[in-house]
């Protein structure tokens, strides 16, 4: 038995790295099966194998009590789980937790916008990666642009403080679409992230390498039309970000390839199924599931199991496009 007095207040790698951000992931199902994310015939898990709202409730105050300050809900798509507003009430109430955030596809948000808003979070993050309905509908598969419109215009009138859009950005994919998806955020206040593509879980629709667009790339279009200021704000995510003159808009770079993030690594990730991964592009974990489950209720056993995990955070990923994957789990069952 470890007396509570001796597990520390915050969690620290044994590279030294202080980690205070949680992605905890709330379902591996989604209403899309974007092309990047997901093979278009997927399997699911069966529920008995995924966390409660209790359960992930539990993980939440855990790691609330260990320091971290950050959780973003993510999935799958978190929106689709049902009663996830009851779990951000929950996590939305607790001590220390300075941001409780989410990304989601957008597709439900024409109706939980204002309940998110109430639950406590201050700030979103939607995934757009066109503004064409028939080229949404190919790189989702299935979504459909003017819900997902919809669902933004019912974020900006919800009164959430910051919007940010992620867009995957590729090759003759979205590329041309890059300067309007700027003028789209601009337009309304919000700001924008390009994320470079991620070698997760195998997918059938193209070639990774051949659709690749490196941030600088992206950076280089905009800068024909706009200028480009660094700056040094964080929103303690993996984005460098750079602000637009005369807009309240920031524009940032998620570079796993260009720009490895890995040295400033402030977060974890815990899966639908309870398994705390220490890295997104590395396999070490440990499941927390078995603890929650045979031990109901032990918080101690919980903050041990994450204290001790902390000597196995690896140093960082190793990505290769160009190689198979390494990583078998699509984005959607890590938690993006
Ligand atoms: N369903 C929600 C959504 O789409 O926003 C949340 C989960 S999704 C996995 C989180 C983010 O991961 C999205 O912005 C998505 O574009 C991004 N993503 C998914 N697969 C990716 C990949 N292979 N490489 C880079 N980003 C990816
Ligand atoms: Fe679903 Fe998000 Fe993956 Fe698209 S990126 S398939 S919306 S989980």
């Known amino acids: 038995m470890t ?27 989604c209403d899309f099966r974007c092309v990047y ?45 049902h009663n996830v507003i009851e779990l951000f009430e929950t996590l939305g109430a607790l001590d220390g937790l300075k941001e409780l955030t989410l990304t989601t596809n957008g597709s ?10 109430r639950a406590g979070v201050r700030r979103i993050n939607i995934s757009l990666d066109s503004l064409d309905p028939e080229r949404f ?16 215009d019912a974020a900006c009138e919800a009164g959430f403080e910051r919007i940010k859009i992620n867009t995957v950005a590729m090759k003759n994919r979205n590329d041309d679409e890059i300067l309007p998806l700027v003028d789209f955020v601009v337009a309304r206040g919000m700001d924008i992230s ?26 280089e279009v905009i800068r024909q039309r706009h200028e480009l200021v660094p700056t040094t704000e964080t929103t303690g995510g993996p984005s460098r970000y750079f602000r637009i003159p005369e807009t309240g808009t920031r524009v940032g770079f998620i570079s796993p390839h260009s720009h490895n993030f890995c040295e400033s690594c402030n ?26 489950r045979e031990q ?30 390494v990583i078998f789990r699509h984005m959607s069952v890590t938690g993006g």
């Open 296 to 325: 109901p209720g032990d918080m101690l056993a919980l903050k041990r199991a994450i204290v001790d995990s902390m000597a196995i955070k690896p140093r960082g990923h190793d990505f290769n496009l160009q190689a198979k994957p």
């Open 37 to 81: 994310c997901m093979s278009e015939d997927m399997t699911f898990l069966p529920r008995s194998e995924i966390l409660s709202l209790e359960e992930l409730a539990a993980v939440g105050q855990a790691f609330a009590e260990l320091g971290v300050d950050k959780i973003r809900i993510t999935g799958g798509e978190p929106l689709v789980r």
């Open 3 to 29: 007396a509570a007095s001796a597990l520390p207040q915050t969690l620290v790698d044994r590279f030294g790295r202080r980690v205070s951000y949680v992605r905890l992931s709330v379902t591996d199902r």
């Open 108 to 117: 439900q948000l024409d109706r939980m916008a204002v309940p998110l808003r």
């Open 267 to 292: 977060r974890v990730r815990v899966t639908t199924e309870g398994r705390l991964l220490l890295c997104l592009g590395q396999e070490h974990s440990v499941d927390l599931r078995e603890i929650l």
């Open 194 to 219: 390009f994320i470079e593509e991620m070698p997760l879980g195998e997918i059938d629709d193209h070639d990774r390498a051949e659709v690749y667009m490196s941030s600088d790339e992206v950076a």
């Open 137 to 152: 509908r190919n790189i989702t598969r299935v979504g459909n642009l003017n819900k997902v419109l919809a669902g933004i």
